[in-house]
């Protein structure tokens, strides 16, 4: 596992952003993508009767929405142990196979670092 001092400061932002969303929102996720120019996204979990999306869907659908092209990297904060496939996929398909997916705790921990493939 690696630390979260080991990231860059573009990296722990996103994963700020991301912890920040959750606890404003007092949602189960926050997540932030960071585009291809470098723009931010930030997004929470959505739970409604006719739409379900958790907080990365949500932040890559925001970036989509706003015209990125790519993504350069993406992190969730959450209490869960890893990022879903469902997750991975949806940064996969703006961002690509190597995108980094970055998975923090609520405490702003990393837990783990893998790619979007």
């Not at 991301?18 to 739970?47: F, I, K, L, M, Q």
Request: aromatic share 0%; no cysteine.
């Amino acid at each position: 596992m690696t630390q979260s001092t080991d990231l860059g400061p573009e990296d722990r932002k996103i994963i700020t952003l991301a912890r920040s969303a959750r606890a404003r929102n007092g949602v189960p996720e926050g997540a932030a993508v960071r585009d291809e120019t470098g723009r931010t996204y930030v997004a929470g979990t959505v739970a409604l009767d006719s739409l379900n999306l958790s907080a990365l869907q949500t932040a890559v659908a925001m970036a989509v929405a706003s015209g990125a092209k790519s993504l350069e990297a993406a992190a969730v904060v959450s209490e869960a142990d890893a990022a879903s496939d469902a997750d991975r996929a949806a940064v996969r398909d703006l961002g690509g196979a190597a995108t980094p997916v970055l998975l923090a705790g609520p405490d702003g921990e990393l837990k783990s670092s893998v790619t979007a493939g």
